[in-house]
């Protein structure tokens, strides 16, 4: 794909700071060229990552030693996704794909790099304008009994969500919005007070995707969002992703260790190994001819784990 940004824009310099992103702004401010136009007149990706590190330091050689190992959960990664875009991330555990959609969410600040959504370099945010732009990503988690609330209905779950965006929306017009929310995500909006755990895994998942829909984000970031789920529900949960992108225009990192899922439901592949993009691509060329190593072990590697 053709991206004129590559072309006009002159790319950040990756970020080396000390301890939680100390000086973070003042680097970031100064970081475009002299005469560089201002991002916001370049046609730019939805979401650019650029040159994202992050590091853990740990102790290391036991309790009386002051030995400290880096961890490189994250180390250098470059992608860009389009609006209306699903990326499907695929690696294997602990190659770092949680760690990099952490970092995306802000909830974890990065040790280097850039994150630019929609013409809004995230990095440069105070730490209350970034709560309030945490908003605009919400996930999908693995396992939707464990990431609901169990003592909350299907309606108070939803309608929190809602008010996040619309704090004085109440009423029936927050029913309303929670009934429409239901049906997007194929619920009967008549099971509104019912509790989780008088849902199916499934509905469940539904449950959890009206939830990341509810505050109306810019990106939805899916971990392992099949994972859980039965074989035969889980094609259900994928399609009704993909209508929603569809449908909504919705624009998602979908993150998984399965190549096969990915394949499925993303329009482009980023192969993720030890803490690197190794591969990107869409999504029928990287799993018909990977070019990678890793990528084609990743690919050997599904119907082995299918039979087994
Ligand atoms: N808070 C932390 N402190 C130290 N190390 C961490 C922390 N979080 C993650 N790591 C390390 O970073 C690496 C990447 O972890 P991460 O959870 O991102 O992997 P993953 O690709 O999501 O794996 P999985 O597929 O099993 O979910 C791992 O080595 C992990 O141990
Ligand atoms: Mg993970």
Redesign the pocket.
């Known amino acids: 794909m053709f991206y004129p940004i590559q072309i006009l824009c002159v790319p950040l310099r990756p970020l080396r700071l000390c301890g939680e992103n100390r000086n973070l702004d003042s680097t970031l401010r100064t970081s475009l060229p002299i005469g560089a136009a201002p991002a916001s007149f370049l046609r730019m990706a939805y979401l650019e990552i650029r040159n994202l590190e992050k590091h ?1 330091v ?1 102790a290391s050689g036991g309790m009386l030693s002051s030995k400290k190992e880096t ?1 490189k ?2 180390d250098g990664v470059s992608l860009e996704i389009q609006k209306g875009e699903i990326l499907g991330l695929v ?12 970092t995306l969410m802000q909830l ?1 600040r990065p040790t280097a790099g850039s994150i630019v959504l929609d013409g809004e370099n995230l990095s440069l945010l105070s730490h209350s304008e970034v709560r309030r732009r945490r908003l605009d990503f919400q996930m999908v988690f693995q396992d939707p009994y464990a990431s609901l609330n169990p003592r909350m209905t299907v309606f108070s779950t939803i309608a929190e969500a809602v008010r996040q965006r619309h704090l004085k929306m109440k009423g029936t017009e927050l029913e309303k919005k929670v009934s429409e929310l239901m049906a997007t995500v194929g619920l009967d909006a008549s099971q509104m007070k019912r509790y989780p755990h008088e849902f199916s895994g499934g509905q469940r998942q539904r449950i959890a995707i009206a939830r990341a829909l509810a505050p109306e984000p810019k990106l939805i970031i899916a ?2 969002p099949v994972s859980a789920l039965d074989v035969s529900i889980q094609s259900q949960i994928l399609n009704l992703l993909k209508d929603l992108q569809r449908n909504l225009g919705l624009t998602m990192v979908f ?1 998984s ?1 399965d190549l096969g899922v990915v394949h499925y439901i993303a329009d482009r592949i980023a192969v ?1 190994y030890q ?1 690197k993009i190794v591969e990107v691509g869409p999504a029928g060329e990287v799993f018909h001819s990977p070019k990678d190593a890793y990528t084609k072990r990743l690919l050997a590697s599904i119907p082995k784990l299918r039979s087994a």
Request: proline share 0%; charged share 25%.
């Open positions: 853990f740990k961890i959960a994250v690696g294997e555990s602990g190659c770092g794909k949680s760690t990099l959609s952490r974890i971990d392992e993150i260790h993720m803490g």
